[in-house]
């Protein structure tokens, strides 16, 4: 029999959110009822059906909300509650490692969507669903700070969003439990898709025919659980390709390049411009190695994180400008974070700090350091009020007198949430 269970939550606060260029020029400043700090806000359908000799059929969707979206668009999006919350305005940074976003608020709504197939065999899913990384860094209580609020965000999910990001359309397998280990392999694409392709007849479509955007990802996760005490790992390798295709696009066969077709690392056609013929394709290369523990002391819970990697960026010669500024780079991607929590009758402390970098060529491009305190009362096991301060500063040299580049962010707030 086929089982169907609605779930959702709906988190609001009152807060103060600031961030500051290096130089200390003031790039924004928010105040007021906003999105919530604690969790996502969301609504959820989770059906199960009992196929018999031990399998058994899902499907889980699950849509983001806005509750306090003045635009109309209470289920149409999502806030990026680290970054200010700007109506109409989509999340968006050209800068995969930064502290929070400029705009607001997600272009799609959808959190995830897939079908699942369970019985001896273990579980096979497929369609939008977490990435392994994302599992591990926030969903498998190994941190106790809030990703979507400042001092947060940093640490944990760090080189997710080179290593194609925190969800993913995807096929995924995982073992049967053994003992108390779990094994679980994920491929996929970034965000988006993982082939797209373009042609043309026009005479200037020098690259008729090529691949022109191409998306891989490969992910291993293990995990071990024993009473109070849990580990994993997940190891992820992205490759991302644009070529020359793109740059040369004839969309009506008319021999004159009419647009061309931006796509960013993780996948999603972001632009259409015109601009000169080039033939090189650029190729994005991220490894990232993601370590987790934690361990309940009872009194205390306390968990760690340390995520390594790097991405390498290259480029066929082309007859026109490079496709990025850092062709034939490789940027260096390190984090490492401390948690705690602390129950305490109806109330709960938690906290944490963390570190997070970015070089090339042994040169900082990020050295960001955060903290996040919050303290919550839980009136019963879906309700409860919560306050939270938070901080993350970037002290990288090439940072330090920026014009450009968020240097400090300092966000403090008081909320209620509730699930169902």
Not at 184 to 210: C, D, H, I, V, W
Not at 258 to 281: E, H, M, P, Q, W
Request: hydrophobic content about 35%; aromatic content about 8%.
């Amino acid at each position: 029999m086929a089982q169907a269970t609605i779930y959702g939550r709906m988190d609001v606060s009152y807060g103060v959110k600031q961030a500051t260029f290096g130089n200390g020029g003031l790039n924004w400043k928010q105040t007021g009822v906003m999105d919530g700090l604690a969790t996502s806000n969301a609504i959820g359908f989770d059906a199960t059906d009992d196929i018999g000799g031990g399998m058994k059929g899902r499907f889980v969707g699950e849509v983001g909300l806005s509750p306090t979206n003045a635009s109309g668009m209470f289920g149409g999006m999502r806030a990026s509650t680290a970054g200010a919350q700007l109506d109409g305005y989509a999340a968006n940074s050209s800068d995969l490692y930064d502290m929070g976003t400029r705009g607001g608020y997600s272009q799609g709504s959808n959190r995830q969507t897939f079908v699942e197939l369970s019985g001896d065999f273990g579980r096979v899913r497929a369609g939008y669903m977490r990435t392994l990384g994302y599992e591990l860094a926030s969903f498998d209580g190994h941190t106790a700070t809030w990703e979507g609020a400042v001092g947060g965000q940093v640490a944990h999910v760090f080189g997710l969003g080179a290593a194609g990001g925190t969800r993913s359309n995807a096929i995924e397998y995982q073992l049967p439990k053994m003992g108390g280990w779990t094994v679980g392999l994920q491929m996929g694409s970034a965000a988006g898709r993982e082939l797209t392709e373009f042609g043309g007849t026009g005479s200037n479509n020098l690259a008729n025919g090529q691949q022109s955007a191409s998306n891989t990802r490969q992910s291993l996760k293990i995990d071990w659980g024993q009473g109070p005490a849990k580990v994993g790992m997940v190891y992820t390798s992205f490759q991302s390709s644009i070529s020359g295709a793109v740059q040369n696009y004839d969309a009506n066969g008319d021999g004159t390049n009419d647009a061309t077709a931006s796509f960013n690392v993780f996948g999603a056609l972001t632009s259409t411009t015109t601009i000169g013929n080039r033939t090189g394709k650029t190729t994005y290369t991220t490894n990232l190695t993601q370590l987790a523990g934690s361990y309940d002391f009872g009194m205390i819970k306390v968990g760690a994180n340390i995520n390594v990697g790097n991405q390498n960026i290259t480029e066929n010669a082309s007859s026109g400008a490079a496709n990025t500024a850092s062709a034939g780079s490789t940027t260096d991607i390190k984090s490492q974070g401390i948690t705690f929590s602390m129950p305490m009758g109806a109330m709960v402390l938690a906290g944490g700090m963390g570190t997070a970098s970015t070089s090339r060529a042994g040169e900082a491009t990020k050295d960001q350091s955060t903290s996040q305190l919050s303290l919550r009362y839980n009136f019963s096991k879906r309700t409860a009020v919560y306050g939270l301060i938070g901080q993350a500063k970037d002290q990288a040299p090439i940072n330090a007198n920026s014009t450009s580049a968020v240097g400090y962010m300092t966000q403090t707030g008081l909320g209620m949430l509730t699930t169902f």
